[in-house]
């Protein structure tokens, strides 16, 4: 079996997740009839200490619908370049919200609220008006860093001050939560929606959810049915998500000291590209002797999978599906192969 470092959604369900799956009450969701969904969508609204959530497909569809939610048609979204929201989802705000997007330098998690307060266009009939301010905690491109308390807070000043919406496509905020201790409910408070998922390090096969208020919530479940994402039996999934949220998230601290341990071996050769802070470890090839696809190449060849990001950069993912000792044998490999 290779060793998978590429993403953190390669994951298979547990034994026990799919005990949970295979005896899972369900009904119609359409009709909202679904025992297990509802109950999903109260934990999960209860944990950032919302009002309600909305259970759906995928991360990106849980975005959209968000931004959808919160952005007119020819209103603008403000995120960073390096976003998921405009870097992976093909143009979804563009094209079904009608959505302008308008970023800032990538720079991952380490966002300057007063820059993008001063990118803010006001409301009239002369300038697409800023609706939305998107965040990505933890940033998948930014190599997994964690947008600390304080910065967030800043962005919320900034946002309320513009009579603007602020997002957290909060993919791995269970990673930040774990990592800074900061209490789920904490980061709830500070947006009027985050996309929140279960398919990443929390190991479910599917499922993400909206999280806002009772009223944002139902134009968000009038949104998810236009695009299609109206499920029926889900209840199938979303008992694995609320497995993953009862046996999964506390070890999580697990896949951050995995990806520490994985850092540390490749330090000497001078390719980490930032600290690291969870499970990512992003690579900075610009030094090496070979490219990411090179790299990449070499260590598929040994048994080791990891993602190019691009010429230069790469990534390593650790997650539920990696043992201490596959780790350690990763840990052996990538520092012969940046050697040679
Ligand atoms: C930060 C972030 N947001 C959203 C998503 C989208 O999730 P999905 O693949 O379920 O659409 C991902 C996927 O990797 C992600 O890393």
Redesign the pocket.
Known sequence: MPIDLR?D?VTRPTAGMREAMATAEVGDDVYGEDPTVNALESEVAALFGHEAALFCP????A?QIALQVLVPPGGELLCDADA?VVT?EMGAAAAYGGITSRTWPAVGADIDPDGVAGMIRPDGYWAVPTRAIAV?QTH?RGGGGVIPLDTLRELRRVADAAQSALHC?G??IWHAHVADGVPLATYGALFDTLSV?L??GLGAPVG?LVVGTADKIEQARLVRKRMGGGMRQAGILAAAGRYALTHHVDRLAEDHAKAARLAEAITPYGVLAAPVRTNLVPLDLTKAPMDAHALAAAARAEGVLISVLGPRTARLVTHLDVTNAAIDRAATILPRILRA
């Open positions: 993403s959604t995928t991360g990106s569809m975005n998921h992976y990505e998948n496509d993919a791995r998922c398919s990443k993400s």
